[in-house]
């Protein structure tokens, strides 16, 4: 049983900068270092790490040799281990690492073997390297750094007919989703930190070529803060205002690529509206009135349901100057906010006039929602 050497594995790639032997050394450095804290057997590992990519994954190549390059990589591995006098089962177990490598497959890796040399490869997409890579695959192929995404390539990851592959593209369908598939815990410790400054990069680069770093006062509004906790997410925002009058969906909209994720909202003002346009049940409104808690919970359910959203904010309250009592005085508002992990109502007094008081609403309601949204799960 012979060993591979760093000199034999050369020959197998050329100077892509995405797939070449620089990406080899680097995923064999730490699928080695992921073995030795898992207990991975280190000799199928070497031997997976240095065959992983040997026949058609280079960037030159068409994708289609891409798309099938961990199975030609499986069945080369076969020859040069076989070759090299390998046990079956040793070869065995680097052709089943090398096969259930990729993202892009629904061929999960079962054995730790196979999960060490996942959890090395994809580590190699995350952080500063993943960043490098993504734009020098980009660059190599004709597609820019930065392309907005269309509301339909945030929704399902299908582009429309034109729309270019960038590299933040890559980073919304892949990069920001390889953390979460990590296998083995010393994977994760190292993807946390790596996670960090690839998002970081990609949304100060979003940023900069839309031109929001020109007015960060602005951008750091709540509304402006929603969009990319939604989209990163996959969800989709509805709102439901009584009170507010639409100021909610207006603030959402005031930021452009609102679409990718805001569905819309219903301003149902009157008791009818609430019945017909949300489903909230007459005897409720009867019951408790408006402005209440067991009311928004309904409105905020109507919302989701009536525009197919997975995420609403509902607002019913006393503006003023009239129509407060001494159960719900002037400035009374209840908010709730429902997402696919449950649904939370506050109540809330506010000392404004009427103009004021809808505006503490609507911001309250956007804060909240943000404060809400970075406690989901991802």
Not at 101 to 107: A, C, I, L, S, Y
Not at 287 to 313: W, Y
Not at 354 to 372: D, F, P, S, Y
Request: charge should be neutral; proline fraction near 6%; glycine fraction near 10%.
């Amino acid at each position: 049983m012979q060993p591979l050497t760093l000199d034999e594995a050369r020959a197998w790639y050329d100077d892509d900068p995405t797939h070449g032997f620089g990406h080899i050394l680097r995923v064999l450095r730490m699928a080695e270092f992921l073995a030795q804290e898992s207990g991975a057997d280190a000799g199928v590992v070497r031997a997976a790490a240095l065959l992983h990519d040997a026949t058609g994954a280079a960037g030159h190549l068409e994708s289609a040799a891409r798309g099938e390059h961990h199975h030609a990589s499986a069945a080369f591995a076969r020859e040069v281990l076989a070759a090299k006098g390998w046990p079956e089962a040793k070869i065995a177990a680097v052709e089943e690492a090398i096969r259930t490598h990729r993202f892009r497959t629904g061929d999960p890796p079962r054995t730790l073997e196979a999960q060490v040399l996942f959890d090395a490869d994809k580590l190699d997409a995350i952080g500063a390297i993943g960043v490098a890579r993504a734009i020098a695959y980009a660059v190599s192929h004709g597609s820019p750094i930065y392309a907005p995404p269309s509301a339909q390539f945030l929704a399902t990851g299908e582009k429309i007919p034109g729309e270019p592959h960038s590299a933040y593209h890559e980073h919304l369908f892949k990069l920001r989703r390889l953390r979460e598939r990590l296998f083995t815990p010393a994977a994760r410790a190292v993807a946390a930190r790596r996670d960090a400054v690839m998002r970081a990069y990609f949304e100060a680069l979003a940023d900069e070529m839309e031109g929001r770093d020109l007015t960060p006062e602005q951008w750091q509004a709540p509304e402006a803060l929603i969009g990319p906790l939604l989209v990163e997410r996959g969800w989709r925002l509805a709102t439901a205002e009584s009170c507010t009058g639409g100021l909610i969906g207006s603030r959402i909209t005031d930021i452009p690529g609102s679409s990718a994720y805001f569905a819309g909202g219903v301003m149902a003002y009157a008791y009818d509206a609430k019945v017909r346009l949300l489903g909230v049940p007459w005897a409720v409104l009867e019951a408790h009135g408006a402005v209440s808690e067991p009311v928004v919970r309904l409105m905020a359910a109507g919302a989701k349901r009536a525009l197919a959203a997975d995420v609403a904010i509902a607002v019913s309250g006393v503006a003023g100057p009239g129509g407060g009592t001494r159960e719900k005085p002037v400035g009374t508002t209840w908010i709730a906010i429902s997402t696919p992990e449950g649904t939370w109502a506050r109540r809330f007094v506010w000392p404004h006039d009427r103009i004021g008081n809808k505006k503490a609403t609507a911001g309250q309601a956007l804060q909240w929602l943000v404060e809400v949204l970075n406690a989901a799960s991802r």
